[in-house]
Protein backbone atom coordinates (compact mmCIF):
# COMPACT_ATOMS: atom_id res chain seq x y z
CA UNK A 1 0.00 0.00 0.00
CA UNK A 2 1.25 3.41 -0.99
CA UNK A 3 0.03 6.79 -2.01
CA UNK A 4 2.37 6.64 -4.53
CA UNK A 5 1.32 4.50 -7.64
CA UNK A 6 4.49 4.23 -9.46
CA UNK A 7 6.73 3.31 -6.21
CA UNK A 8 3.54 0.75 -4.99
CA UNK A 9 3.37 -0.64 -8.57
CA UNK A 10 7.35 -0.99 -8.30
CA UNK A 11 6.81 -3.09 -5.53
CA UNK A 12 4.35 -5.67 -6.89
CA UNK A 13 6.65 -5.97 -10.51
CA UNK A 14 9.40 -7.41 -8.23
CA UNK A 15 7.36 -9.15 -5.63
CA UNK A 16 5.91 -11.08 -8.61
CA UNK A 17 9.20 -11.82 -10.13
CA UNK A 18 10.14 -13.31 -6.82
CA UNK A 19 6.92 -15.34 -7.51
CA UNK A 20 4.31 -13.62 -5.06
CA UNK A 21 1.01 -12.78 -6.11
CA UNK A 22 0.71 -9.29 -5.81
CA UNK A 23 -1.36 -6.49 -5.93
CA UNK A 24 -1.05 -2.60 -5.21
CA UNK A 25 -3.56 -0.16 -3.44
CA UNK A 26 -3.28 3.49 -2.96
CA UNK A 27 -6.70 3.20 -1.12
CA UNK A 28 -5.45 3.57 2.54
CA UNK A 29 -9.16 3.58 3.91
CA UNK A 30 -9.91 0.40 2.33
CA UNK A 31 -6.63 -1.52 3.02
CA UNK A 32 -7.86 -3.26 5.54
CA UNK A 33 -11.00 -4.90 3.80
CA UNK A 34 -8.57 -5.83 1.06
CA UNK A 35 -6.10 -7.62 3.45
CA UNK A 36 -9.09 -9.28 5.34
CA UNK A 37 -10.37 -10.62 2.12
CA UNK A 38 -7.10 -11.84 0.58
CA UNK A 39 -5.56 -12.39 3.59
CA UNK A 40 -1.76 -11.48 2.10
CA UNK A 41 1.17 -13.27 3.51
CA UNK A 42 2.75 -9.98 3.23
CA UNK A 43 2.17 -6.56 2.90
CA UNK A 44 4.23 -3.79 2.30
CA UNK A 45 3.39 -0.28 3.53
CA UNK A 46 4.34 3.32 3.25
CA UNK A 47 4.25 5.73 6.49
CA UNK A 48 3.01 8.72 5.45
CA UNK A 49 0.07 8.94 3.23
CA UNK A 50 -3.38 11.02 3.26
CA UNK A 51 -6.35 9.35 5.12
CA UNK A 52 -4.42 6.84 7.13
CA UNK A 53 -0.78 6.77 8.14
CA UNK A 54 0.88 3.66 9.31
CA UNK A 55 0.72 4.21 12.78
CA UNK A 56 -3.36 4.17 12.44
CA UNK A 57 -3.02 0.72 9.47
CA UNK A 58 -0.89 -0.96 12.23
CA UNK A 59 -3.30 0.02 15.07
CA UNK A 60 -6.24 -1.63 12.85
CA UNK A 61 -4.23 -4.67 11.43
CA UNK A 62 -3.46 -5.41 15.34
CA UNK A 63 -6.92 -5.57 16.08
CA UNK A 64 -7.90 -7.28 13.05
CA UNK A 65 -5.40 -9.69 14.24
CA UNK A 66 -3.34 -9.79 10.93
CA UNK A 67 -1.10 -12.97 10.82
CA UNK A 68 1.36 -12.00 8.01
CA UNK A 69 4.67 -10.28 7.67
CA UNK A 70 4.44 -6.45 7.16
CA UNK A 71 7.27 -4.54 5.35
CA UNK A 72 7.11 -1.07 6.37
CA UNK A 73 8.92 0.67 3.01
CA UNK A 74 9.20 4.72 2.98
CA UNK A 75 11.16 7.60 2.15
CA UNK A 76 10.92 8.89 6.44
CA UNK A 77 14.81 8.84 7.50
CA UNK A 78 15.96 5.70 9.22
CA UNK A 79 15.44 6.35 12.68
CA UNK A 80 11.27 6.61 11.85
CA UNK A 81 11.48 3.94 9.71
CA UNK A 82 12.76 1.79 12.83
CA UNK A 83 10.17 3.33 15.41
CA UNK A 84 7.29 2.31 13.04
CA UNK A 85 9.24 -1.14 12.42
CA UNK A 86 9.24 -1.43 16.24
CA UNK A 87 5.85 0.24 16.89
CA UNK A 88 4.26 -2.84 14.51
CA UNK A 89 6.34 -5.41 16.60
CA UNK A 90 5.00 -3.93 19.82
CA UNK A 91 1.72 -4.09 18.87
CA UNK A 92 1.93 -8.12 18.48
CA UNK A 93 2.68 -7.56 14.33
CA UNK A 94 5.27 -9.27 12.93
CA UNK A 95 7.50 -6.60 10.77
CA UNK A 96 10.94 -7.88 9.81
CA UNK A 97 12.17 -5.10 7.71
CA UNK A 98 11.84 -1.71 6.99
CA UNK A 99 13.32 -0.21 4.22
CA UNK A 100 14.30 3.28 2.95
CA UNK A 101 12.88 5.20 -0.92
CA UNK A 102 14.01 5.11 -3.31
CA UNK A 103 13.79 1.61 -3.47
CA UNK A 104 16.93 -0.34 -3.67
CA UNK A 105 15.94 -3.23 -6.42
CA UNK A 106 18.29 -5.89 -5.07
CA UNK A 107 17.67 -4.89 -1.53
CA UNK A 108 13.81 -5.68 -1.85
CA UNK A 109 14.64 -8.41 -3.85
CA UNK A 110 16.61 -9.34 -1.36
CA UNK A 111 14.40 -9.04 1.51
CA UNK A 112 11.18 -10.70 -0.21
CA UNK A 113 13.48 -14.34 -0.57
CA UNK A 114 14.93 -14.11 2.56
CA UNK A 115 13.70 -16.90 5.13
CA UNK A 116 12.29 -14.04 7.63
CA UNK A 117 9.37 -13.11 5.12
CA UNK A 118 9.31 -16.56 2.64
CA UNK A 119 8.78 -18.71 5.96
CA UNK A 120 5.06 -17.27 6.87
CA UNK A 121 3.46 -19.62 9.12
CA UNK A 122 -0.05 -18.03 9.08
CA UNK A 123 -2.70 -19.38 12.44
Known amino acids: MDDDVSSAELIVRVAERCRYEAFATSDSRGVLNLASALTPDVLA ?24 KILIISGQNPEI ?23 DITQLRQVLLSDEIKNTSLS
Open 45 to 68: TDIDMPNLDANDLLLLLANAKYAG
Open 81 to 103: LEKTRVKAISLGLNAPFALQKPI
